[in-house]
T-cell receptor, first 116, second 108 residues
Framework: GAVVSQHPSRVICKSGTSVKIECRSLDFQATTMFWYRQFPKQSLMLMATSNEGSKATYEQGVEKDKFLINHASLTLSTLTVTSAHPEDSSFYICSAFPPDRGTEAFFGQGTRLTVV | RKEVEQDPGPFNVPEGATVAFNCTYS??????FFWYRQDCRKEPKLLMSVYSSGNEDGRFTAQLNRASQYISLLIRDSKLSDSATYLCVVIEGFKTIFGAGTRLFVKA
C-alpha cells in the first residue's frame, strides 16, 4: 500500500492566490522529504529537500520565497506555492525514503496544479 | 551533458515484441540504480533495481554496466499494459536523479 500520501491530487486556483500541498509519511518517520516538479513530457526535477525541524534546501533556480516548505513534524511536509501564476501550473510530487527500504524512493500520488 | 540521459522515444511496438531501453549516467561515483514506471498523470512506481550481475523479474531484465556507465531495461513479450513512461533513476549520495523517461506504446 501507499507509504507516502500527498494531498490534494488536483487543484485549480486563480492567479495570485496561494496553494498548499501536503505530503505525509504514513507508517514511518521521515526526517527528509523531497519535492519535485514535472512539466509535460519532461523529467521530474528536484525543487527542494525538506528537512524536519530546519530550513529546506532549495535547488538552484527555485525561489524559496515563492515555494515555501514547512516540515514541522516527522510525518508531514508542506509545499505552499505563493502568488501562483499560470507558469506554475505543473505536476508536483513528493518523495521519501522509508528507513527499512534502503535507497528505494516512495512517491506521493502527486498534485496537478492548474493556475488560471 | 545531462547527468542521466535516456532516449525519449516514443517506442511503438506490437504486442509480443521485445523492446530494450538504454540509459547513460555521467557520474562514475553513482551508487544505486533503478527503473521506475510512470503512467500518464500518475506518480512513478518502482519497477526494479539494477545490479551489475543483472536482475530479472518475469518479462523484465535490467542490467548495469559500470565501466560504460549505462543501464538497460529489456521487456520481453510486451503487453498492452506495458505502455507507460520508463524512468531511469540514479542515486548519488543523497541525491536522486531522474532521466527524462522513455515512452513506450504497445499496440494490439
Amino acid at each position: 500500500g501507499a507509504v507516502v500520501s500527498q494531498h490534494p491530487s488536483r487543484v485549480i486556483c486563480k492567479s495570485g492566490t496561494s496553494v498548499k500541498i501536503e505530503c505525509r509519511s504514513l507508517d514511518f518517520q521521515a526526517t527528509t522529504m523531497f519535492w519535485y516538479r514535472q512539466f509535460p513530457k519532461q523529467s521530474l526535477m528536484l525543487m527542494a529537500t525538506s528537512n524536519e525541524g530546519s530550513k529546506a534546501t532549495y535547488e538552484q533556480g527555485v525561489e524559496k520565497d515563492k515555494f515555501l516548505i514547512n516540515h514541522a513534524s516527522l510525518t508531514l511536509s508542506t509545499l505552499t506555492v505563493t502568488s501562483a501564476h499560470p507558469e506554475d501550473s505543473s505536476f508536483y510530487i513528493c518523495s521519501a525514503f522509508p528507513p527499512d527500504r534502503g535507497t528505494e524512493a516512495f512517491f506521493g500520488q502527486g498534485t496537478r496544479l492548474t493556475v488560471v | 551533458r545531462k547527468e542521466v540521459e535516456q532516449d525519449p522515444g516514443p517506442f511503438n511496438v506490437p504486442e509480443g515484441a521485445t523492446v530494450a531501453f538504454n540509459c547513460t549516467y555521467s557520474n562514475s561515483a553513482s551508487q544505486s540504480f533503478f527503473w521506475y514506471r510512470q503512467d500518464c498523470r500518475k506518480e512513478p512506481k518502482l519497477l526494479m533495481s539494477v545490479y551489475s550481475s543483472g536482475n530479472e523479474d518475469g518479462r523484465f531484465t535490467a542490467q548495469l554496466n559500470r565501466a560504460s556507465q549505462y543501464i538497460s531495461l529489456l521487456i520481453r513479450d510486451s503487453k498492452l499494459s506495458d505502455s507507460a513512461t520508463y524512468l531511469c533513476v540514479v542515486i548519488e549520495g543523497f541525491k536522486t536523479i531522474f532521466g527524462a523517461g522513455t515512452r513506450l506504446f504497445v499496440k494490439a
